[in-house]
């Protein structure tokens, strides 16, 4: 089980990155700083979005069209001992069907990596998020989508790493990571409070590098996922998880760079009413480029992830991701994204299959200034017909960097 896969493992990432150049999920370093040095980036997105069908419903389909405002500040400051980023960022969106659809989201979040002797690296990750559930994808369903406000949640996520013996200096490494969520709905309470939870991961994982690109290595892991409320009549969706992996990393070799993991992974639930459940557990992605403007990646994955109906434990859901980006001259990139996901709701009968299309066409209009263009085909086909539907959107947004 992820911690809802976005805030995955946020201080180990921080902890593995470079001075240099760092991309930690939400906290971003852009680009290469002195040390010593401190840097600030202003950016601003403004999108305009199309849908044919905004509620995702079998029937009654909606087209609408709205504008999505979206900001960002991101400082940086790197020192010979500690690298510090911090990330605002805001998404305003307005549309022109009902009022209630409108939403405000943010997000802060705080990473400190500290260098410490032996080549240890420590590092810590805080985010706090305000934002919401779309109607249709992973709301409470099952209830009329027009004409009722959005399902508005609170988050907090705090990580924290320990990354030792490095490929560089050392044949054996380790990391070691500690996470814990806490998610609390704000609106619609009487139908969402039942999904308010906390989420707690410990992994611990021992490589040994054959070379500085190449590893294999060993993973345990402990999740639990307790929620607050259980509501008469239904189960308890509460339990622990252990997943142990095997697997291989590696970087830069014959083009290509990877992290495969496989193993097991085990469901203890903590009501007596339900068996604990064994399956397989994955985790992989590999990139191929076989020039330097041409990049393709390949990524699967399986996961425990929190389930959002009284009559299921979790959903057990399999997905996997193909990307091809090009770019074409100094103006012209294109992406093209095809994905699928399958999504067994356990212990209920309810299941189900989704294929995405995503393609994007971006030009650089001026340095740090784009404009891009994109449309997406989802379509979701379910036990339910009732859950069933597809949608096609497409967007046009402009992206600045304002300093």
């Known amino acids: 089980m992820s911690l809802e896969r976005a805030s995955r493992s ?36 403004l999108e305009g979005t199309y849908s044919d069908n905004f509620y995702y419903e079998s029937s009654n389909e909606r087209a ?31 549309y022109n069907y009902g009022n209630e659809d409108n939403y405000s989201d943010g997000l802060g979040s705080a990473a400190i990596n500290f260098k410490l002797p032996r080549n240890l690296v420590l590092g810590f990750t805080g985010i706090a998020e305000y934002g919401h559930d779309p109607f249709g994808t992973a709301r409470t369903e099952g209830q009329p989508s027009q004409n ?9 996520t705090g990580s924290v790493a320990l990354v030792g013996g490095q490929a560089e200096s050392s044949h054996l490494g380790f990391e070691l990571e500690y996470a814990s969520l806490m998610r609390e709905y704000q609106t619609n309470e009487t139908s969402t409070q039942f999904l308010d939870r906390q989420f707690n991961s410990a992994s611990a994982t021992l490589l040994y590098h054959f070379s500085p690109k190449l590893s294999v290595l060993a993973q345990g892991t402990f999740l639990e996922l307790e929620y607050d409320q259980v509501q008469a ?19 830069a070799t014959a083009k290509t760079s990877g992290d495969i993991r496989i193993g097991q992974g085990k469901w203890m639930p ?26 393709l990646s390949l990524a699967g994955s399986r996961e425990y992830t929190p389930t959002y109906r009284f009559d299921a434990v979790y959903i057990d859901a399999q997905t996997f991701r193909l990307q091809w980006s090009e770019v074409w001259s ?12 399958e999504r067994d709701f356990v212990g209920a009968t309810e299941k189900h299959d989704v294929v995405s299309v995503t393609g994007r066409l971006a030009y650089q209009l001026d340095r740090g200034l ?5 449309s997406r085909y989802l379509d979701r086909d379910a036990v339910n017909v009732s859950e069933q539907f597809e949608t096609n959107s497409a967007m046009i947004g402009l992206e600045a960097k304002l300093n």
Request: hydrophobic content about 40%; charged content about 15%; proline content about 1%.
């Open 10 to 45: 946020q201080a180990l990432a921080w902890a593995k990155c470079t001075a240099a150049a760092c991309a930690v999920g939400v906290a971003h370093i852009s680009g290469a700083s002195a040390q010593g040095a401190s840097n600030i980036e202003i950016k601003l997105g």
């Open 64 to 94: 609408v069209t709205g504008a999505i405002l979206s900001p960002t500040v991101e400082y940086t400051r790197d020192s010979a001992t500690t690298t510090i980023g911090l990330t605002a960022k805001g998404e305003f969106a307005a």
């Open 148 to 156: 009722q406000t959005l399902d508005e949640w609170s988050q907090y």
């Open 233 to 251: 009549g239904t189960i308890d969706r509460s339990g622990d998880a252990a997943v142990g992996l095997i697997g291989v990393r590696w970087a």
């Open 270 to 295: 903590d009501s007596s009413a339900v068996r604990d459940i064994d399956s397989s557990y994955y985790d992989a992605s590999i990139t191929w480029s076989p020039t330097k403007r041409t990049t």
């Open 330 to 341: 100094y103006r012209w990139s294109t992406a093209l994204v095809l994905a699928y996901s």
């Open 370 to 374: 784009n404009i891009y263009v994109s």
